[in-house]
């Protein structure tokens, strides 16, 4: 398996424009999670699908941010407008409730984000 | 409201073993997770404890005291790769959600 695939892996842009981070679960995983990690509050999630559908989007910090899972092998996060506070590494993970004893959440590797 | 403590930093010298440890405060709890995170990676699950008691994997170790909301990691043998960020987090509430701590930096020197 491929494991959990982001892209980009870097984005630089602009303070006000808009911001599509991308993700492919691995194969089977009904979970997805979208995480947010800076050095000052570590890793946060943001938001997280079961079966497609959001099941907590508490950790959104405002309207500026969205998730979409159109299906169950692709996610978005997107970022309008983005500002420079938004600048973090971006994780998208994924898990299975049937897989492993664990539930263990797979990390992909990340998209580095920095808004000037 | 959640809580997860750890050590923000340690080091320890090749060869040796090194506890991280974690308490936790968190509304509802169905296990704990280690997980390592090296420099520009992406974190790897370690260990998974739901019940009290100590797991072993290899060089690995991780206790868990739900009680005392106390868990930590016992890392021996200690090799330079070990030199990572090791991250507490708890599964809590329904689905697969997991509430991290903001990590223990581990420097390994020779």
């Known amino acids: 398996d491929a494991g959990v695939i982001q892209s980009p892996r870097h ?36 938001i997280y699908f079961n079966n497609n559908v959001p099941i907590d989007d508490s950790g959104m910090p405002e309207d500026r941010f969205s998730a979409k899972m159109p299906n169950a092998s692709f996610s978005t996060l997107k970022i309008q407008p983005s500002e420079p506070r938004d600048s973090a590494v971006y994780f998208c993970a994924s898990s299975s409730r049937w897989g492993s004893s664990y539930n263990e959440q797979f990390f992909g590797p990340g998209t580095r984000l920095t808004v000037l | 409201g959640q809580n997860i403590d750890q050590p923000t930093e340690m080091t320890a010298t090749e060869g040796a073993i090194v506890q991280i440890n974690c308490t936790y405060q968190t509304s509802g709890f169905n296990g704990l997770f280690w997980y390592q995170q090296h420099a520009g990676e992406a974190p790897t699950f370690l260990s998974y404890n739901v019940l009290d008691g100590l797991e072993e994997k290899g060089r690995f170790s991780s206790f868990l005291s739900r009680s005392k909301g106390y868990s930590y990691l016992l890392l021996k043998e200690l090799q330079m790769k070990d030199s990572a960020s090791y991250l507490c987090a708890v599964h809590t509430g329904g689905g697969n959600k997991l509430t991290f701590g903001t990590g223990t930096q581990l420097k390994v020197e020779l």
């Open chain 1, 11 to 46: 984005e630089v842009t602009e303070m006000g424009q808009e911001v599509t981070l991308r993700c492919k679960p691995i194969s089977g995983h009904d979970y997805l999670f979208w995480y947010r990690q800076t050095m000052m509050r570590g890793l946060e999630l943001l």
